[in-house]
């Protein structure tokens, strides 16, 4: 078999077997989910935001990209559920004093940020959580060794919140603490849950809608018997006077005071009018009155008409 020079090829040789898939180091996935923004693949700076699925990412390049959709190539595919700001929570981050921005090992890397309870750093070894209400970061440890809500507590407590250890502010452990880059299963699990609240976020903008335009209609249209009633409240009847506008009692006494002092004088400058001037004043011919002159002084006062 061969007559090569005694060569005997192996089954290896003769048969092609399916290339096994590359699979991607799991230590490079942890460190671009955890130190690079998940939208512009560049190293996470504050501010930092997250959305409903646990993706970091750079603010200022996420503002890009609702700027510019694009702006960058597979926007689209990573954070295309996000239309808004409103969709996304700014992180309040506790930075990590031991940290230091020389470069080293990729193995010994340390994470700028760490959980304020247990002072763990945010390296993606351990689970870390948010509260959506705040944005405080905690470890999921850290945040579940903290005592829940007792039922006895009343009001706001005693519904099922509690305050958040680092800020004070009322959160729900079943509804505002997400999981800050999870695993498959709770990824699905979390985007099963947005979409539930976009669709009754959305039914409850409706609801609205149609009762405000609702109200809008039956104010529009009133009732016969009030519409007539208002219609016959407004028109004044025609024998009834219209209201004389007020006066203020103090304006009145004054120009009736100044109206009689100048009576008073006018009637003083006549008591020592001489004769000649009076009778420039008084009427001719016994008190007849008679209308001569031209066109021009026609009803006119003349001297010497």
């Given at each position: 078999?061969?007559?090569?020079?005694?060569?005997?090829?192996?089954?290896?040789?003769?048969?092609?077997?399916?290339?096994?898939?590359?699979?991607?180091?799991?230590?490079?996935?942890?460190?671009?989910?955890?130190?690079?923004?998940?939208?512009?693949?560049?190293?996470?700076?504050?501010?930092?935001?997250?959305?409903?699925?646990?993706?970091?990412?750079?603010?200022?390049?996420?503002?890009?990209?609702?700027?510019?959709?694009?702006?960058?190539?597979?926007?689209?595919?990573?954070?295309?559920?996000?239309?808004?700001?409103?969709?996304?929570?700014?992180?309040?981050?506790?930075?990590?004093?031991?940290?230091?921005?020389?470069?080293?090992?990729?193995?010994?890397?340390?994470?700028?940020?760490?959980?304020p309870l247990t002072l763990k750093e945010m390296t993606?070894?351990?689970?870390?959580?948010?509260?959506?209400?705040?944005?405080?970061?905690?470890?999921?440890?850290?945040?579940?060794?903290?005592?829940?809500?007792?039922?006895?507590?009343?009001?706001?407590?005693?519904?099922?919140?509690?305050?958040?250890?680092?800020?004070?502010?009322?959160?729900?452990?079943?509804?505002?603490?997400?999981?800050?880059?999870?695993?498959?299963?709770?990824?699905?699990?979390?985007?099963?849950?947005?979409?539930?609240?976009?669709?009754?976020?959305?039914?409850?903008?409706?609801?609205?809608?149609?009762?405000?335009?609702?109200?809008?209609?039956?104010?529009?249209?009133?009732?016969?018997?009030?519409?007539?009633?208002?219609?016959?409240?407004?028109?004044?009847?025609?024998?009834?006077?219209?209201?004389?506008?007020?006066?203020?009692?103090?304006?009145?006494s004054v120009a009736r005071k100044v109206t009689e002092?100048?009576?008073?004088?006018?009637?003083?400058?006549?008591?020592?009018?001489?004769?000649?001037?009076?009778?420039?004043?008084?009427?001719?011919?016994?008190?007849?009155?008679?209308?001569?002159?031209?066109?021009?002084?026609?009803?006119?006062?003349?001297?010497?008409?």
């Amino acid at each position: 078999m061969g007559n090569d020079g005694g060569s005997i090829p192996d089954r290896r040789d003769l048969v092609k077997t399916k290339a096994k898939a590359e699979q991607a180091d799991k230590n490079n996935q942890t460190l671009a989910a955890w130190f690079f923004c998940a939208l512009s693949k560049r190293p996470l700076q504050e501010p930092i935001v997250s959305c409903a699925l646990g993706k970091l990412y750079n603010k200022d390049a996420l503002l890009e990209y609702l700027l510019d959709k694009s702006a960058y190539g597979d926007g689209a595919k990573i954070c295309g559920h996000i239309k808004s700001l409103k969709d996304v929570v700014t992180l309040r981050l506790t930075h990590n004093p031991a940290y230091t921005s020389s470069p080293s090992d990729d193995s010994n890397k340390r994470s700028p940020f760490i959980c304020p309870l247990t002072l763990k750093e945010m390296t993606g070894n351990i689970p870390f959580v948010y509260v959506a209400t705040c944005g405080c970061v905690f470890s999921a440890a850290g945040l579940k060794a903290i005592s829940v809500p007792s039922s006895s507590s009343s009001g706001e407590e005693g519904s099922g919140k509690e305050h958040c250890p680092h800020c004070a502010k009322l959160f729900s452990r079943a509804d505002d603490v997400r999981t800050i880059n999870p695993g498959p299963e709770e990824l699905e699990k979390m985007m099963e849950k947005m979409l539930a609240a976009k669709a009754s976020t959305k039914s409850n903008k409706k609801k609205r809608k149609d009762l405000a335009s609702a109200n809008g209609a039956s104010e529009d249209v009133a009732p016969p018997s009030k519409r007539t009633k208002a219609a016959a409240d407004s028109v004044t009847p025609p024998d009834v006077p219209s209201p004389a506008p007020s006066i203020n009692p103090m304006v009145s006494s004054v120009a009736r005071k100044v109206t009689e002092q100048i009576a008073e004088e006018e009637k003083k400058r006549k008591a020592n009018m001489s004769k000649a001037i009076a009778s420039l004043y008084a009427p001719k011919d016994g008190g007849t009155k008679k209308e001569k002159g031209t066109f021009l002084t026609m009803n006119t006062f003349t001297r010497y008409a």
